[in-house]
């Protein structure tokens, strides 16, 4: 509540009055609208922004509306990889031109809340948002994907979406997530998620799994259990190294279930011994947990190598 | 919009159509309500549409601890801060300053010396915009000495008292047979069943205006105006005549919707600003400020003889009330009473208690009490089942009650109690399919369509839930409703103080007069205080009493329609009958229409009904002091999956017990609902309270069940046995179905997992098996 004493003072429908909306048509004049008004917020599909308005956490003084840019809402291919435009829905990532090309993304998609959420919600903004439960994070993770941001002056620099999410690279004033660099693997995807429920629910684990066959590698990210998802890098080069690439990717079944508990244990570990050497039992509910991420990731991998 | 709601209309009265010829009107048919269209194009004016010349805009503002001593409230920076109108606190409250809405007053309209939970009201602003407003209220300083809350109903006992008036709020040994008595089986349990929030459709909303005799119009969305008027006027220190509340539609309500937390301080301000002044909560503050169904602890010891037939059984409730009492005590009178459930049990001794805490406050839920115990006395059923290797129907229909059985209360079941029909309708109904001659992708498998559900991990289960609520207010509460009927030119009007909640009173009481008046269009005034009191609008008590009020006010119309035409041709009233408008002799000899025997006169009557009375429970429990029940029986299919611990409910089977369908549509409706509000308490809602904060006070947080969420509800049998004692012989239909469903899913989750599920909702981990 401290934040609001700022506000003591204002008339009374200031509050409105004061929004200024700006509406650019380019990546670049969205960007110097920033540069010009600095208290401006920048909003896309307002999914997560406008919750916080109508809660009274957040009171922006000027809005700078993305969904004008028509540059961003697509995608385009660029040497074996795509570039998304942050401004692509849900809706949009969720259809199956989309699903043929980046198949785990587009289940992300699908499954990241009911359709009214899915119209407005774009890829920037569960970037930008970067809530734990964000369903595309993983994903992105999984696929490594690479952060265009557009900066004042036509400027673009380039970041690795984990370091974004690691808040090892922040944007700096004024800039804006442009575009997305995604590999395009040509090989199954999966994206699974438990919520608990039947209908639309956040995440309470997901783990997305791609195939690099090129590279004959696997790459796992656990989203939901962390702030930021989860690489489980030791047991993605134990389990790539136990396919047989050649022959129709087959694994054991046995191995896929030691994957399972790989990934499980590489992202909850074990409570720290005590002093006395022994190691304490964790919480049902993290157990639990731990169970979740082991049947999700076992399942993940089963699927893409069937 | 205005297709869609004709599309919904059509469909509504097609599907309801039983027969090839549906009924147009009165009782029996399908009739849509007046204001459907209204509602569904969002023409409708409800609490929050309304506007006034000068309104003010107020704001609460509510305790953020659960528990804290009030050094000192400083008002002067909201005061000062422009825009602002007023400002109120405990020292503002000219007449009583606690209120209370069930036997006892323990509530106060703000908060003076402690706050005892979450949410509790300490000021309140009016201001000229509701930013401004809800910025003073935050500008208010309160100096809290913060204290250790009391969240464990278990501690409730031991710990300081929280209030003046102690932490036990009630205690009902019940005592009932032999305590000697013992089985050849015995099968105990521990149960906790969490805070399900009613989650109201549309947040509260109100507007008070000052009148010029000093008084003030509350325009709520009530469901007790009466009953919220007289605590108004109590608090403003007015005169019940001085304040007037204005029902405007409500939403819908399963419960007390309406949070007085806010509807006390709206007039405080109209009358201490003389302007009009209008509150719009947020859902945030809806989920603060009104009243949750009781966490419940249970535990449970049930004897059976080596057949299954229960012998004893012992329990102890704890039901956790929050910080004040509010209908505590009818939630615990209910628990006791329906401890062991629709079943024969010749010996019980059940303690319950329902206690303090510094939890958010618990009301009146629909099912309240019975609810909570049905989940408890079905899980002991399945228990006894599995010890004795029998079938879990078959055990239940070795116990079930009749008609003529005595109730632990001692109360003689003298309504129809068609249980063991019921039972058998929803065993014999034929299973839903498996899935597997359908394409795999088309199957919906726990965890939703994009979900993480695999076909091998997927355990099926059948689980049954019994349960029974009564009707009305329990042990000696004057459960009275009056009604006024009049006719003039062909038309009629009904009114009565009863509120719609979407519970379907409006159509209902239209339907009542078309049938004895033969008028086709009748009309509901809408409801205010200047009626007279119908009582609140829960336990299905509008369906009876109001219903029944209705009933003998158009009757009595009725007689003063027919007295002259019958004189004239020497014959009595009930030779002529009323039918599409026309008034016909037995014989045709007379033959007129309704609008030529009124020869444009305007006819009234007003007419009361008031069932017979009750008694209170006595100091074992013991007492008639239900006037009557309803039961109901579900089978619920569950698809588990074992690995994650995911569940889908694929189908829930109902059969009840209706007494007389009035109306098909409405009725279908009601059961549809009451089922899925079941199904939220078996699987999702839990307002989760750590420490006595309400964390996630949000409908992200909060899960209600979605379309994906909600089963097959498949009505597989309505008994018709008609009540002697109610109106048209029909029972209230809402609540029974939120008591059995919750009880029904966790006894499928038991049988698909072989764990015991104790607990609801039921967790994910609660549904794994970890024997791999």
Known sequence: MGQREGAVGLTTHAPQAAQAVTLPTTLDEAVAALAAMPAAVPVAGGTDLMTAVNSGQLRPAALVGLGRISEIRGWQYQDGHALLGAGLTHARMGRPDFAA???????????????????????????????????????????????????PGGARREMPVSHLLAGMEMLRAGELIGYVRVPLLHAPQVFLKATGRTGPG?????????LDPARRGVRCAVGAIAPMPLRPLEAEQWVASLIDWDNGRAIVPEALHAFGEYVAAACIPEAAPAEDGSVPQLPPAVLHLRRTVAALARRALGRALS | MSNDAATAEAAGTTEAAPAPEPISHGLGASLPPADARAKTEGTFPYAADLWAEGLL?????????????????????????????????????????????????????FASEVVRHHGEPIAAVAADHPDTARMAAAAVIVEYEVLEPVTDPEQAFEAEPLHPDGNLVRHIPLRHGDPEAAGEVVVEGLYRIGRQDPAPIGAEAGLAVPRPDGGVELYLASTDPHGDRDTAAACYGLSPEQVKVVVTGVPGATADREDQGFQLPLGL?????????????????????????????????????????????EAQILLDAGAYADTSSDALAAAVAFACGPYVVPNAFIEGWAVRTNNPPSGHVRGEGAMQVCAAYEAQMDKIAKKLGLDP???????????????????????????????????DFP???????????????????????????????????????????????????????????GVATVLCAAVETGQGFTTLARQIVQETLGVDEVHVAPVDTDQPPAGPGCRGRHTWVSGGAVERAAKMVRTQLLQPLAHQFGMSTELLQIADGKITSYDGVLSTTVAEALEGKELWATAQCRPHPTEPLDESGQGDAFVGMS???????????????????????????????????????????????????????????????????????????????????????????????????AKAVS??????????????????????VNRLPVRPQAAVVTGN
């Not at chain 1, 734990?132 to 696929?143: F, H, K, N, Q, S």
């Open chain 1, 101 to 151: 090309l980046i198949p785990a993304l587009a289940a992300a998609a699908r499954a990241a809340g009911p359709p009214q959420i899915r119209n407005a919600g774009t890829l920037g903004g569960n970037i930008a948002s970067a809530a734990p439960t964000g369903d595309a994070l993983p994903v992105l993770a999984a696929l490594e994907a690479t952060l265009i941001i557009a900066g």
């Open chain 1, 202 to 210: 956040r995440a309470t684990a997901s783990v997305a799994l791609v």
């Open chain 2, 57 to 109: 805009w107020a704001a609460v503002l509510r305790s953020p601890h659960a528990h804290a001593r009030i050094v000192s409230i400083d008002t002067s920076h909201a005061r000062e801060m422009p825009g602002v109108r007023a400002v109120v606190t405990h020292e503002d409250v000219p007449g009583t300053p606690l209120h209370g809405r069930g036997s006892r007053a323990d509530r106060p309209v």
């Open chain 2, 269 to 313: 301000l109209a009358l201490k600003t003389g302007c009009p002044v209008k509150l719009t909560a947020t859902r945030e503050e809806s989920f603060l400020g009104h009243v949750h169904r009781h966490p419940t602890l249970l535990r449970y010891r049930h004897h059976a003889d080596a057949e299954g037939r229960v012998v004893k059984v």
């Open chain 2, 393 to 427: 129907a078959e055990v239940r229909l070795r116990n079930v009650l009749a008609t003529g059985d005595v109730l632990p209360t001692g109360q003689t079941v003298t309504c129809p109690a068609p249980v063991a029909e019921l039972l058998q309708a929803v065993r």
């Open chain 2, 431 to 489: 299973l839903p399919a498996l899935p597997k001659d359908t394409p795999e992708d088309e199957w919906l498998l726990p965890g939703g369509p994009e979900g993480a559900g695999e076909p091998g991990a997927v355990r099926r289960g059948v689980g049954y839930g019994i349960g029974m609520v009564h009707m009305l207010g329990a042990e000696g509460a004057d459960e009275v409703s009056t009604a006024t009927v009049k006719v003039q030119d």
């Open chain 2, 631 to 729: 039961f109901c029986a579900i089978r619920a299919v569950v698809d588990v999956d074992i690995e994650i611990g995911s569940v889908r409910v694929v189908e829930l089977a109902v059969a009840q017990d209706v007494g007389r369908v009035l109306n098909p549509a409405q009725l279908t409706a009601r059961i549809e609902a009451g089922v899925t509000q079941g199904v939220g308490i078996a699987l999702t809602e839990n307002l989760r309270t750590p420490r006595g904060l309400i964390r996630h006070p949000d409908l992200t947080g909060y899960a209600l069940p979605t379309a994906l969420d909600a089963p097959d509800i498949r009505i597989v049998k309505l008994v018709e046995e008609r009540d002697v004692v109610a109106p048209f012989g």
């Open chain 2, 735 to 756: 609540a029974v179905p939120v008591v059995a469903s919750p009880a029904a899913v966790a006894s499928a989750v038991r049988a698909a997992t072989g764990r015991p």
